[in-house]
């Protein structure tokens, strides 16, 4: 799996979008991001996953770049309960091992 | 639909004892994995299984920790006999199988066992 790389933590104001960046520069073609978040004392959640589009769901956005070597996860209107620790993940799908590394730790303060 | 669901919620044992986890799959599931988060680490891998069968158990520190999944329903995390280092929080996960190039293989979490080896 590829590596990637986040910032070690960022804060966000309630209400405004949170911003997460991921540099995953030796991606492979056929490596997915995938986008996951552990909650304190929680298992990991998944968000979000993507290979070349754009994709949004319910929770969140995701912007790959057209080379594909960086990603931004982008919560549209963060709340209290955004506060986590995001993890941003180049997987292929069939090995389904999940590499994590340290992740993003987001905090949203009112 | 229920989760994934992980038991006992909390272990607390002595060096040298046993210890058993349990983790029962989203119904449906034929993968399962084993995590682990020991103190100040990364998550990590332990083991992957496809039904009952062990596909990847690259992860798997030593021969001390056994995982089964008779049936290819629940599994079992087997930790004989646990050290110091062996504390930490254990996380299960299942996924449904890939079965078109479509597919992802989204994993979903059990809230974990918090393992304490004293």
């Known amino acids: 799996d590829a590596k990637t790389t986040q910032p070690p933590s960022m804060d966000c104001a309630e209400g405004r979008a949170a911003n997460l960046p991921c540099n995953h520069s030796?991606?492979?073609?056929?490596?997915?991001v995938y986008w996951y978040r552990q909650i304190h004392s929680q298992g990991p959640q998944y968000i979000i996953h993507?290979?070349?589009n754009n994709e949004t769901n319910e929770m969140a956005s995701l912007i790959i770049t057209e080379d594909r070597k960086s990603s931004t996860l982008i919560l549209p209107h963060a709340t209290l309960r955004d506060t986590a620790v995001y993890y941003c993940?180049?997987?292929?799908?069939?090995?389904?091992?999940?590499?994590f590394g340290q992740g993003t730790i987001l905090t949203v303060h009112p | 639909e229920a989760g994934v669901t992980q038991f006992p919620s909390h272990s607390v044992i002595e060096k040298g004892q046993t210890v058993t986890l349990r983790c029962d799959p989203i119904s449906g599931h034929d993968n399962l994995y084993w995590y682990r988060r020991v103190m100040g680490k990364e998550i990590k891998f332990l083991l992957h299984f496809v039904k009952e069968s062990k596909q990847d158990e690259s992860g798997m520190p030593n021969n001390r920790f056994l995982a089964e999944r008779t049936g290819g329903t629940y599994s079992t995390l087997k930790v004989q006999p646990a050290e110091l280092e062996d504390s930490g929080v254990y996380f299960c996960a299942s996924s449904q199988v890939v079965l078109t190039e479509a597919s992802t293989d989204t994993q979903y979490f059990g809230p974990g066992t918090r393992l304490t080896v004293l």
């Open positions: 030796t991606i492979s073609g056929n490596e997915y």
């Open positions: 993507g290979l070349k």
């Open positions: 993940i180049a997987s292929y799908t069939s090995y389904g091992k999940l590499t």
